[in-house]
């Protein structure tokens, strides 16, 4: 199944009090794993950038300036996330402000039934604490030292590796591997469950009668006999 994890960073809290996108990130994972396929752009939100939102992010106003606003990115965008399952901390924030801009351009929202919220999940799985995504990648040991200021391609794959384990996948992955040892004997490139049934063969004995009745007839001009000693 594909899925896209998203975030994104703004001037503010707020899309209704004229804060804008000036960034979005997305990472597509299939199966529960990333394919290392995303998509990321700054966006010019044509409006100052307020101290506070810097302070979040560091990403200025002058540094905006020249790049895309968003409906010169949104068919890309669109084209990239398709009908896939939304994967998003804290969702309401994210696709408020993605359909706030969808609205500007007289866009079709993005529907609320597509979104997997990972902090939702978090609060069933983990009642009583903090769920931000720094406190879950230092629950999951996801390595997240790197992430000096938020950002959204960088927080969308820490976001990736929290949902993963969130969800459990990552131990069925372990179990699958596991098993793969035990009947394989070793570490293969791509795992592959014993069958409990083996095939039948497809190849009959008249096949092979057939075959080395053929190889008789090929006699000592068989071209592989130039090569015998070699």
Known sequence: MREIVLDTETTGLDPLR???LVEIGCVEIFNRMPTGQTFHR????????????????????????????????VEEFLEFIADAPLVIHNASFDIGFINAELDRIKRPAIARDRL???????????????NRLDDLCSRYAI???????????????????????????RQSQLILAAETRDTRGGYGEMPR????????????EADRMAHRAFIATLGDKAIWKDFLGA
Do not use: C
């Open 18 to 20: 004229g804060d804008r």
């Open 42 to 73: 700054h966006l010019n939100p044509e409006r100052d950038m307020p101290a506070e939102a810097f302070a979040v992010h560091g990403l200025s106003g002058e540094f905006l300036a020249d790049k895309p606003l968003f409906a010169h990115v």
């Open 116 to 130: 997997v919220d990972t902090l939702l999940l978090a609060r069933r799985k983990h009642p009583g604490v903090s």
């Open 143 to 169: 390595d997240n030292s790197h992430r000096t200021k938020h950002g959204a391609l960088l927080d969308a794959e820490l976001l990736a590796e929290v949902y993963i384990d969130l969800i459990g996948a």
């Open 193 to 204: 469950r014993q069958r409990e049934v083996p095939l039948m063969p497809r190849i009959t």
